[in-house]
């Protein structure tokens, strides 16, 4: 480790607003989106990529902290079956010390309260086509999801802004599990990673 590896990691400190209900424990999804290939290049953009780290709450406490070495330009926050646009930043330099509050105006609303049956049930890229009607329909949407693929944001032109989010990874510790009574294992970075967590199903 060395005092260069720890000087790395990033204090991310989350509050919750007093309106939530706090929870014992949350996933918190990091998303680094690599820059796009220049504008000569055949290649499609790549893929966000997502680490994803478990912060559990003391009892009686209203907020938790975590450390975390990775660049990022996203934080959701999951909990309760309900994902939070935690930050978002446009670069991925930041302080070393970030404060947010989890509001229940940044819940990420899944398409089922959004769209009607039939547009739920288009297949995933038909359905897509639609995805722009939420941010315009709904003036204070910040985000919403398909369970399935997809997780969009609202931007400021209310355009919906989607990109691939695995949701329900299911090899996400490369085939062993190291977590006791069958909990789910997380890394803290699919590439390179340093440590894993363990949430209990």
Known sequence: MGLRCDDSLRKIEFHFATTIAIPQSILIHFIYVPSKPNSNSSLPPPDPIRSTLISKLKFNENSTFSYYGG?????????????????????STLPMHISTTIMPENRCSPINELFDDHIQMLPRWHRAKYYHI?????????????????????????????????????DNCFGYNYCENDAQCYLDNITCPTSFSCACK
């Open 71 to 91: 660049t990022f330009h996203l934080i959701f926050v999951e909990f309760h079956q309900n994902y939070y646009l935690a930050l978002l930043q446009h670069n």
């Open 134 to 170: 939420p941010c315009q329909k709904h003036s204070n949407l910040v985000c919403f999801y398909d369970n399935d693929y997809f997780m969009c944001l609202c931007d400021i032109d209310r355009h919906a802004n989607c990109f691939k989010f695995d949701y329900r990874p299911v």
